[in-house]
């Protein structure tokens, strides 16, 4: 059963650092394109930032420039750097892999969710 994992999450405050970790077992992590999402309380969930099979990467608006995703295929682990935290950063923040073969069939798992809360 494949299984996804995400750690590092907690309280820190305004302007502080956290960097998130998601691993997975159970699948071929290099065959498969990856995203952060985040659902703050009441809001419905949102796309963070994405890395694809070939390392490329993309950014919300919100979080550009602050973030940094990234992957470790050897260690099957993605991650995210969080710098420059803001409070409308709090949120739970979910990992998800997903892959089309070529024969169309799909595949798409998520973690159970790491919360992050910035405040003074």
């Known amino acids: 059963q494949v299984q996804l994992v995400e750690s590092g999450g907690g309280l820190v405050q305004p302007g502080g650092s956290l960097r998130l970790s998601c691993a997975a077992s159970?699948?071929?992590?290099?065959?498969?394109?990856m995203d952060w999402h985040r659902q703050a309380p009441g809001k419905q969930r949102e796309l963070v930032a994405s890395i694809t099979t070939g390392g490329s990467t993309n950014y919300s608006d919100s979080v550009k420039g602050r973030f940094t995703i990234s992957r470790d295929n050897a260690k099957n682990t993605m991650y995210l750097q969080m710098n420059s935290l803001e409070p409308e950063d709090t949120a739970v923040y979910y990992c998800n892999v997903r892959r089309t073969t070529a024969w169309g069939l799909k595949y798409d798992y998520w973690g159970q969710g790491t919360q992050v809360t910035v405040s003074s």
């Open positions: 159970k699948i071929i992590f290099s065959l498969y394109n």
